[in-house]
């Protein structure tokens, strides 16, 4: 079983690449995302694999990281879901984005992938919520785990509402769950014994969110 390759990335084409290890090519599937973040060609590449056999072909699934490798496994757990659909939501969404929209329940960024409609978003939205908070994600490149963080585990109803109070206001509800939970985190880091009240989460949300507005102008 192939569990990794390192050589030249000999070809590069729109959802596959071919990597020459000491004179042998493979031809491995990847998600839009590792495409961008392979080298050019004839340069050295390394990708994590996940090899399927068939009665009929051996497909290999390339990925420039643990992350993606391990998302690109649980959605096919997920009924409708096989490698050309996980490939294809790891196409329009990073890990971390992927992670946001389930603990949120928003179904806007799954339904972004080809081959993805309403009803399939729901089921992996449905399927994939007990198992997402286990799944590394990170909104601010330092990994975390919803399971490891203490705000967002000790008061799951003081986050909920604060969101929903954020989506009142008219931000998406991707957007208002990463602002929200980064409020939870802060606020934890500076007092661990005094739960965050609905009041301080939606605060300290849209101050993450005003910061990240000023950010993007900043950015244009």
């Keep these: ?9 000999d070809v590069r084409g729109t959802d596959s690449v071919i990597v020459d290890v000491n004179g042998v090519g493979y ?24 090899t399927h056999v068939r009665e009929d072909h051996i ?10 490798r391990r998302w690109f ?16 939501l790891l196409s329009t969404s990073t890990p971390a984005t992927l992670g946001q929209a389930i603990a949120a329940q928003d179904p806007a960024p799954l339904q972004a992938a080809s081959g993805v409609g309403p009803k399939l978003a729901k089921r992996i939205l449905v399927e994939m919520k007990d ?7 990170d909104t601010s490149r330092t990994s975390v ?18 969101v929903s109070a954020l989506v009142n206001l008219g931000y998406g509800r991707s957007e208002a769950f990463s602002a929200v939970a980064h409020a939870a985190r ?9 739960k965050p009240t609905v009041t301080d989460l939606i605060r300290g949300g849209l101050s993450e969110l005003g910061r990240a ?3 993007a102008d900043v950015g244009r």
């Design 1 to 9: 079983m192939i569990a990794k390759l390192k050589g030249l990335l």
């Design 27 to 50: 031809h491995v599937f990847v998600s839009g995302m590792t495409l961008r973040a392979l080298p050019e060609e004839g340069e050295f590449a390394t990708l994590l694999i996940e």
């Design 59 to 68: 497909h290999l699934f390339g990925f420039a990281d643990d992350s993606e």
């Design 73 to 88: 496994k649980a959605l096919q757990d997920v009924q409708g879901v096989g490698a050309k659909v996980a490939l294809s």
């Design 131 to 137: 198992r997402a908070p286990k799944i590394a994600f």
């Design 145 to 162: 785990t919803l399971a490891s963080s203490p705000a967002m585990a000790s008061d799951d109803a003081a986050v909920s509402d604060a």
């Design 186 to 194: 802060a606020r934890a880091d500076k007092d661990t014994e005094h």
């Design 213 to 215: 507005d000023t950010r």
